[in-house]
């Protein structure tokens, strides 16, 4: 079962990689196009090979087997990811964030575009990188990811979104799903975190989202900019905006007690269906899309141990935040830096370099880092063929991932 996990496991990096490809042979065989798009859907990927897993599963090992295996997985951080996009993405939430954007930037869209860049990454250490994903994605969306613009550049825009969201979650010891893994075994708090990592992302972010704003602004000078709350409608009360926030720092507080922050998400839904006046569409179609990505990747995940911990515990510390970079890239960064938890003996400079390498690398492909799905599902419809390319992802994160990378050197 192990190989075939591993297997399986490759399968989906390759389906990953070969997404676009699905999008484009949907257009080129439409009798079998539903089929096609539906695999061509990148949040759907992992889901499908996890659902091929538990069916070998079934055949090699038993019914049983596959049943006990599929209910001992820790499913925490993906309905997490559902509950907590859904509820930031609200539009008293948006809107309430667009005023204070348009306060800091005094409405001009280059300053508007660099604080969806930096900002609301960084401030991804208090309310988590998932609801830091989703508002700068929906901020950015109308500016930067939109007809009119270069391909190339949308894919440098995403990259150095990616991995600032990734590395600005490293000021506190919650936020980031990679540290949360191990801030308990190796007890690092949030004064350790700033202290350790969080200047060093800062910097990284500042520098990343200044470079992409340069790269962009002759289309940002040209940009109405905003998110839809600018045009679509009239701004949400303040009282329902204070609401929402609220809703939405109860389920950061409670998001490691799944039964608790569930039954504060349907009593959420109770209020968006009385205040209905003051409400957009949920988003939970693109939020269901990004838990079942993540749930795939848990049961695909938790059968790649026997392989990956032995390299893990192979490196040294140098050569650990290089292969820890790498590894990221192929699989979720929160998965890796849990491995190093339970290697004995380890030490604090093998723990630095492994989580310091873990987070830069976050932004390299769609499944390095939770929130990641989270960015795709609500930017692809701004890219070409309305689907965003592996390869096009990795291209764009490289200069960020590097200066990132040099950061944490510092």
């Not at 800091?104 to 309310?127: C, D, F, M, T, Y």
């Not at 609401?243 to 839904?269: C, E, Q, R």
């Not at 032995?310 to 979720?332: C, N, R, Y």
Request: no cysteine; proline share 5%; glycine share 8%.
């Amino acid at each position: 079962m192990q190989l075939i996990g591993a297997l399986l496991f490759a399968l989906a990096l390759l389906h990953t990689f070969s997404a676009k490809a699905f999008e484009r042979l949907s257009h080129k065989f439409p009798r079998h196009s539903g089929l096609l798009h539906l695999l061509g859907e990148v949040e759907v990927v992992f889901g499908f090979w996890a659902m091929v897993l538990l069916v070998a599963m079934a055949f090699v090992a038993g019914p049983q087997n596959a049943i006990a295996y599929a209910e001992t997985q820790q499913y925490t951080e993906p309905l997490f990811v559902f509950v907590v996009m859904v509820v930031a993405a609200s539009r008293p939430v948006l809107d309430f964030v667009q005023r204070l954007v348009n306060v800091l930037s005094g409405g001009r869209p280059l300053l508007k575009a660099w604080l969806g860049l930096a900002l609301v990454p960084l401030v991804g250490s208090l309310i988590t990188e998932p609801a830091a994903m989703t508002l700068a994605a929906l901020m950015l969306a109308p500016q930067i990811f939109r007809d009119g613009v270069p391909e190339w550049q949308k894919y440098a825009a995403l990259g150095v979104l990616f991995v600032n969201v990734s590395i600005g979650g490293t000021l506190t010891a919650y936020a980031a799903p990679p540290v949360l893994m191990v801030a308990t075994t190796w007890q690092w708090d949030s004064a350790f975190m700033a202290s350790h990592f969080g200047w060093k992302a800062t910097l990284a972010v500042l520098v990343n989202a200044s470079a992409a704003t340069w790269l962009l602004r002759a289309h940002l000078r040209s940009s109405q900019g905003g998110t839809p709350a600018d045009t679509a409608h009239t701004s949400a009360p303040l009282w329902t905006s204070i609401i929402h926030l609220a809703f939405l720092a109860a389920v950061v507080l409670l998001a490691h007690h799944p039964v608790l922050f569930l039954g504060l998400f349907l009593f959420f839904l109770g209020f968006t269906v009385a205040y209905p006046q003051h409400q957009s569409p949920l988003i939970l179609k693109e939020a269901l899309l990004v838990g079942f990505f993540l749930a795939g990747l848990v049961v695909l995940g938790s059968m790649q141990q026997w392989w990956l911990q032995p390299i893990v515990e192979s490196l040294q510390p140098l050569a650990l935040f290089f292969g820890a970079m790498g590894l990221t890239a192929i699989t979720d960064n929160a998965a890796l830096t849990y491995l190093g938890s339970l290697i004995d003996g380890i030490t604090p400079q093998a723990q630095y370099m492994l989580v310091a390498g873990a987070v830069a690398g976050g932004g390299l492909t769609v499944i390095a880092n939770a929130p990641n799905p989270a960015g795709v599902a609500l930017l692809r419809k701004g890219f070409r063929d309305e689907s965003i390319g592996a390869i096009g992802l990795l291209a764009g994160a490289l200069a960020p991932t590097a200066v990132a990378a040099i950061a944490f050197f510092l």
